[in-house]
């Protein structure tokens, strides 16, 4: 224990948000220290990891369409569940160690991991973490670490109510006294938009565009609920028939319409969950309202379909992208106290 504390002040431990798309990395008293997408570069076919770091993240994203057939991008937690765990390590051990470089004292890392994730993954990123580099390793669900980086009341006892759409899940929980006490997690999220709409352009216009620029559209004028000023944007694609360059303008009722069944699908799960409470929490609500984070949140008018769906006031909380990181963040500054608690909670394997 008071071993436990010393090496602590030898070592930078970390927090880290470990997304199906983007992958923060926090250091007590330091702050988010890195943010790069969960993508790593791997020979065509296999699964083998490019050498030397120049397969992880950012540079793993900004070889894509640079390099020869034989190089391809994987997202190993494209749909929230750990696809590939070889993947997944090399990713994890690269992160810890270009933030942790080679100092003498091993980290403590607490990981944020989608609460529907199977016993077998939870150990399966902890047995990574320990690979990588990792002195012990803490797991908190990443509705907990998004309710604490959002600055919600969660250890008091009135509940508190998190909807964290990432790019491969969404999260929807409803927490008190430092506890999940319903929670449901669907595999829906912000990439889900982006396939809906390469569907849409392909039925409707024979137009094919791919996944960065279905993002691009989806950002620009992508929307949930009806805009005060509809918006539209031109799209360039290949055309499936001729096989040439084509350009079309879209508009975003349009895309809402096309959006509507993985939002449909969201809302849902949000419902569900509600359904499931706790009366005296699902009380609580009317006064508390709902917290939206992740990245897909930022998707226009998904604040008032989620109240329009609840009759329930839905908040947006500040840097929806990095709220579960802050989380972790905030983990860390209080490990000493709180670790306990994580292990009753059987969140923390030794
Ligand atoms: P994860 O936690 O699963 O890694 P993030 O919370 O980082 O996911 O969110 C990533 C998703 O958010 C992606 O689908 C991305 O397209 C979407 N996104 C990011 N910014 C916006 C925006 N301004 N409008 C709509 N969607 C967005
Ligand atoms: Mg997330």
Not at 221 to 236: C, K, R
């Given at each position: 224990m008071i071993l436990d504390t010393i090496l602590g002040w030898f070592s930078k431990d970390l927090g880290i948000d470990l997304g199906t798309c983007n992958t923060l990395v926090c250091v007590r008293d330091e702050g988010i220290v890195l943010n790069e997408p969960s993508v790593v570069a791997v020979r065509k076919g296999t699964n083998i990891v490019l050498s030397n770091g120049l397969a992880v993240g950012l540079v793993a994203r900004d070889m894509l369409g640079k390099t020869p057939g034989s190089i391809t991008a994987i997202r190993p937690l494209k749909d929230g569940v750990i696809s590939d765990f070889e993947i997944t390590e090399a990713m994890l051990s690269y992160f810890i160690r270009k933030v942790h470089g080679r100092s003498l004292v091993a980290p403590r890392v607490v990981i944020a991991v989608p609460s529907g994730i199977t016993a077998v993954e939870r150990r399966a990123v902890i047995d990574s973490a320990e690979r990588a580099g990792a002195r012990k390793v803490y797991l908190v669900d990443e509705p907990m670490a998004a309710g604490i980086g959002a600055g919600l009341p969660i250890t008091e006892p009135t509940a508190s109510m998190i909807v964290d759409i990432g790019g491969g899940t969404t999260e929807v929980a409803i927490m008190s006294l430092a506890d999940i006490s319903t929670c449901e997690s669907v595999r829906i999220g912000g990439d889900n938009f982006d396939e809906a709409l390469i569907t849409h352009l392909k039925r409707t216009y024979n137009l094919l565009i791919g996944e960065p620029r279905a993002e691009q559209v989806k950002i620009q004028?992508?929307?949930?609920?009806?805009?005060?000023?509809?918006?539209?944007?031109?799209?360039?694609g290949r055309d499936t028939i001729s096989g040439l360059p084509r350009k079309i303008?879209?508009?975003s009722e349009e895309i809402r319409e096309a959006l509507r069944e993985p939002i449909a699908g969201i809302i849902e799960t949000v419902m569900r969950t509600l359904e499931k409470a706790e009366p005296e929490l699902a009380a609580d609500l009317i006064e508390n309202g709902v917290h939206l984070c992740g990245g897909g949140s930022l998707l226009r008018g998904m604040d008032t379909i989620i109240s329009n769906a609840t009759g329930l006031k839905v908040i947006a909380v500040e840097d929806p992208l990095s709220c579960v990181a802050r989380g972790t963040s905030v983990y860390l500054e209080n490990l000493e106290d709180w670790k306990d608690t994580l292990d009753q909670n059987g969140y923390t394997w030794d």
């Open positions: 004028i992508g929307s949930a609920a009806p805009l005060e000023q509809e918006l539209t944007m031109e799209v360039a303008v879209i508009t």
